[in-house]
């Protein structure tokens, strides 16, 4: 089965950085596009990131743009988010998703983690 693991999550306050790290198994994702999305309490999932198979192409929500920074390392089968100068407004559960296309929505992933909590304080 595939499997998709978040971790780094946590409590930060604002201005400050966290480092998500996505685990997969069941799956080598070096073939496949790596999303991170994330949900705030009573809203909709919302995409943040996305980087192709091949990590050369990469994209970002306008509201975190200049700010986070995804990556990847596929001999490790990894996808990371760097998140730099934190806003309250990032508080979510942030999900890792992988799929066959490059895209920003969410329809488009086949398969997501469990999500991690990031909070961050004003």
């Known amino acids: 089965q595939v499997q998709l693991v978040e971790s780094g999550g946590g409590l930060v306050q604002a201005g400050g950085s966290l480092s998500l790290s996505c685990a997969a198994s069941?799956?080598?994702?070096?073939?496949?596009?790596m999303g991170w999305f994330r949900q705030a309490p009573g809203k909709e999932r919302e995409f943040v990131a996305v980087?192709?198979?091949?990590?050369?192409?990469?994209g970002y929500a306008t509201s975190v743009k200049g700010r986070f920074t995804i990556s990847r390392d596929n001999a490790k089968n990894t996808v990371r988010l760097q998140m730099n100068s934190l806003k309250p407004e990032d508080t979510a559960v942030y999900y890792c998703a992988t799929g066959s296309m490059y895209s920003s929505r969410a329809y488009e992933y086949d398969y997501w983690g469990q999500g991690t909590q990031v909070t961050v304080s004003s």
């Open positions: 980087i192709s198979s091949t990590g050369y192409s990469t």
């Open positions: 069941g799956r080598t994702i070096s073939r496949y596009a």
